[in-house]
């Protein structure tokens, strides 16, 4: 018979081979899928993984992947490090949001003052919006010991309804007709979050996102926080007993990714998206989630796993209007990806044995 | 070499080889903002792109991308159609304007049509959009007249001039024939979502309101309706017939089909060019669903008259007297509205109680 058995140590080669064999087990899936639907399996396939990188068009796509894969990396960093020391932000498509809100507000609020001091403002206000969002689950968790999780999560909606109120109110293009949404920052040079190179897809947002990569990586692995943020999250018990503060950690670690989760808004509605509008948020504070279990909450695999949920959104988008692909099918195809990741994440930890139980 | 030239070198390159080809098919891209089964806005516009393939056959082809976000994504999806060859891109969705017009930018060769909005930055830029609202001048004519609470909820999708303006029609109409009727508003910020939209149902149904209209694009209201008993509804967008006779008494039906094979056409002939096309129940662009026979003869003539005099022009939807929510004068005694004041309608008219969300 056939048991899983627990493994003394996490298995290193597991660990880093499951989001390949993830990938490689989602291609035979999503292709069985296509060939249900009628399509031929690898035609469906290769507009998502090989057509934005070296397709006729990749001069296009490629930059699109950066623009789309940066916010996801941004966020999905900060998420990291609270989920490592098993402390749940699910929130932060909400300070996402309060991010862009604080930074156009702030960018909206200079117009038509042309001055170099504003964009680097915006860029504090939004790190300040997220921050202060994700410091309210934080207060909350460790004042009264609430669960971080609803918190967070229930705010995502708070945020929405000041979204919707300000593109209809207080941040409403006085030019736009009555019509909801605000003037538009890519027409603002001062606050425009644009290209640093013309047609390269690299702005602001995408540096951030490699600074915070970076910036990850140094504290997890050198530095005193990054080590109280590991034995926290591996043996809760032995971190009390030596002492660390939660409620430092808890604080720590909310507000940061809050913060990251700010800057990539404010990034977003500065840059690509250019207009606060009630349809503003596309979901990547939820994406960031399956972005940092993707990368095993590793500073690098989330750069990578970042890449590769970019992908497979402009991928899919090809692969609909090519194949004529229905886009529930392709949203299918990125959640089995998820799904096998989970599942094959067990054999990091357990192994499967055939054979009877050896009697202990 | 930057990106824009680029672009543009590829798409003369692309041309280049439509010329050459002469057998070529006509490359028509629609940009989707809802699934093609939603039953109302997107499942409109997916059967006007139908009808471009009926009519033209080999002729044409079609490609289209649905549950589009605005913004960044909608962008990408613009410019990859445009990049593969597109000859026409329809994007059918108001938050698609910039992003419409920043693709035209550069791709000068491409035509683009965008729906509901304002914006014509580039002579390849045309926009259009139907006058729903004189479908909502039949629909209130109706309610008025079956509603025996008195009271009518309507749901909202998101305060623009355009729901404002629906809701305005509706209410001067359902007024004009029952003096004492109430409007009830719920706003969902949302065009398509069957659960908000559900609830917003229920919420207007225990009320007291027995006639639901709504601006969203799901059958859900019509479901909770039906469930609900002894409410009437109308189809949006979409004929929803599935809920007749019973709730759904009638629909607003978008016809897109008529054009998009004209512009489709237009685009063959090369005679294309960047218009602005507003159109109501005279050109075939808003239809009216069959009203079933749970309304009364006579309020079924009613209605159609109105129709009629809508569709010959010899009648406006709104005609004065009419005054805003404040009291104030707007449409004297036989004023009609102009397009301008119609195309940014930010108020409601007297009589509507409630405020349209800031």
């Given at each position: 018979m056939i048991r899983l058995e627990k493994r003394p140590q996490p298995s290193q080669a597991w660990s880093l081979a499951t989001p390949l064999v993830a990938v490689l087990a989602t291609m035979i899936a999503g292709g069985l899928l296509f060939a249900a639907l009628g399509k031929d399996p690898v035609e469906a396939i290769r507009p998502i993984f090989w057509e934005p990188l070296f397709g006729e068009f990749a001069f296009y796509y490629r930059p699109q992947l950066l623009v789309k894969g940066a916010p996801l990396v941004l966020i999905a960093i900060g998420l990291s490090l609270g989920f490592k020391a098993?402390?749940?932000?699910?929130?932060a498509e909400g300070q996402y949001i309060m991010g862009a809100l604080f930074g156009a507000g702030v960018g909206l609020a200079f117009y038509p003052l042309e001055a170099w001091y504003i964009f680097p403002l915006m860029v504090i206000a939004g790190g300040f919006g997220g921050w202060l969002w994700a410091s309210i689950p934080a207060y909350l968790k460790t004042r009264?010991?609430?669960?971080e999780i609803l918190v967070s999560l229930m705010l995502v909606y708070v945020a929405e309804q000041f979204l919707a109120s300000m593109s209809l109110?207080?941040?409403?293009?006085?030019?736009?007709?009555?019509?909801?949404g605000s003037r538009n920052?890519?027409?603002?040079d001062s606050a425009h979050n644009a290209e640093?190179?013309?047609?390269?897809?690299?702005h602001w947002g995408v540096v951030a996102a490699l600074i915070a990569v970076i910036f990850a990586y140094v504290l997890l692995n050198r530095h005193m926080v990054g080590y109280h943020i590991r034995l926290t999250g591996e043996a809760p018990r032995a971190a009390r007993f030596a002492g660390f503060n939660p409620t430092r950690l808890i604080l720590f670690c909310l507000g940061t990714s809050g913060m990251l989760a700010g800057l990539a808004g404010m990034f977003e509605v500065s840059g690509p998206s250019g207009q606060v509008s009630i349809?503003?948020?596309?979901g990547y504070g939820f994406t960031a989630i399956i972005v940092a279990f993707l990368g095993r909450l590793h500073p690098v695999g989330i750069l990578l796993a970042g890449g590769l949920m970019a992908l497979t959104y402009i991928g899919g988008d090809i692969a609909q209007s090519n194949l004529?692909?229905?886009?529930s099918a392709i949203q299918v195809f990125q959640g089995m990806l998820l799904f096998f990741l989970l599942a094959f994440d067990l054999l990091t930890n357990f192994r499967i044995s055939l054979g009877k139980p050896e009697v202990a | 070499m930057k990106l824009t030239n680029l672009m543009t070198s590829a798409a003369v390159a692309l041309g280049l080889a439509t010329a050459a080809l002469a057998e070529d098919p006509t490359k028509v891209g629609f940009v989707y903002v809802?699934?093609?089964?939603?039953?109302?806005w997107t499942y409109e516009h997916d059967q006007g792109r139908k009808a471009v393939v009926a009519e033209f056959g080999d002729k044409v082809e079609t490609v289209y991308v649905e549950n589009v976000a605005e913004g960044p994504d909608a962008e990408r999806v613009i410019t990859q159609m445009a990049l593969q060859g597109a000859d026409l891109i329809f994007t059918t969705s108001f938050g698609y304007m910039d992003p419409t017009n920043n693709v035209a930018a550069k791709f000068p060769k491409v035509k683009f049509e965008h729906a509901t909005?304002?914006?014509?930055?580039?002579?390849?830029v045309s926009t259009y959009s139907a006058r729903f609202y004189e479908g909502r001048a039949v629909q209130g004519t109706i309610a008025g007249h079956m509603t025996e609470s008195n009271i009518i909820g309507y749901i909202g999708s998101y305060p623009i001039p355009e729901v404002v303006r629906g809701i305005n029609s509706a209410y001067i109409h359902a007024k004009k024939v029952n003096p004492d009727v109430e409007f009830k508003i719920v706003w969902a910020?949302?065009?398509?979502?069957p659960a908000k939209e559900a609830d917003a149902a229920k919420v207007l149904i225990e009320q007291g309101a027995d006639v639901i209209l709504q601006h969203?694009?799901?059958t859900a209201p019509q479901a909770a309706a039906q469930a609900a008993g002894n409410v009437i509804t109308f189809g949006q967008?979409?004929?929803?017939?599935?809920?007749?006779p019973k709730p759904r008494v009638s629909s607003i039906i978008d016809d897109w089909a008529p054009y998009y094979i004209a512009r489709t056409k237009a685009v063959m002939d090369g005679t294309w060019t960047s218009t602005d096309t507003w159109d109501g129940i005279g050109a075939g662009m808003v239809g009216i669903g069959e009203i079933s026979d749970a309304v009364p003869a006579e309020v079924k003539a009613e209605a159609l008259a109105i129709k009629a005099s809508l569709a010959d022009g010899s009648?406006?939807?709104?005609?004065?007297?009419i005054n805003k929510q404040d009291g104030s004068?707007?449409?004297?005694?036989g004023e009609t509205a102009d397009d301008g004041t119609l195309a940014g309608m930010n108020f409601y008219v007297e009589g509507i109680d409630g405020d349209i969300p800031q």
């Open positions: 098993g402390i749940w932000n699910i929130g009264f010991g609430t669960n109110g207080l941040m409403k293009n006085p030019e736009g007709f009555g019509f909801p920052l890519q027409q603002y640093l190179i013309a047609g390269s897809g690299m349809d503003f948020n596309v004529h692909l229905p886009s | 809802g699934p093609v089964g939603d039953g109302g909005g304002y914006k014509r930055n580039t002579d390849n910020f949302t065009w398509f979502d969203t694009d799901s967008a979409s004929d929803m017939a599935e809920y007749g009648y406006h939807a709104f005609t004065g007297p004068a707007w449409l004297a005694a």
